[in-house]
């Protein structure tokens, strides 16, 4: 079975990435620490996407999400979730309802 290594801390990741904004090379910064030079580079991407640096990829690819457009994204989909069990409820109650006040018949089906 392969050896799997803990993630690294992000402190240490920012620290990596401001190495490389401030000109250290990722092959250097590779050799000098453990990650690989691909994964620091993955790192500062994902520091540019986060920060809004980062200019979206072609549209076959995934343009990446900033901070601000993920957190938005995340309550849209909180909220949508929200309002769909809400319509639910309404739903079932007006259905309860209409067979209280004897608007609808108690059986699923009308033929």
Not at 8 to 34: H, I, K, N, T
Not at 42 to 56: S, T
Not at 65 to 77: F, G, K, N, S, Y
């Amino acid at each position: 079975m392969p050896k799997t290594r803990p993630a690294y801390p992000a402190e240490f990741r920012r620290q990596m990435v401001q190495l490389v904004r401030a000109g250290r090379d990722p092959s250097d910064l590779a050799r000098e620490f453990e990650p690989s030079r691909q994964t620091i580079q993955n790192w500062v991407a994902a520091a540019d996407r986060g920060e809004g640096r980062r200019e979206a990829k072609p549209p076959t690819a995934d343009p990446g999400l900033t901070a601000p457009e993920r957190d938005e994204l995340v309550r849209l989909r909180r909220e949508n979730r929200q309002l769909r069990l809400e319509r639910d409820i309404l739903s079932r109650a007006t259905a309860w309802f209409a067979r209280e006040t004897g608007v609808l018949p108690s059986g699923s089906s009308g033929s």
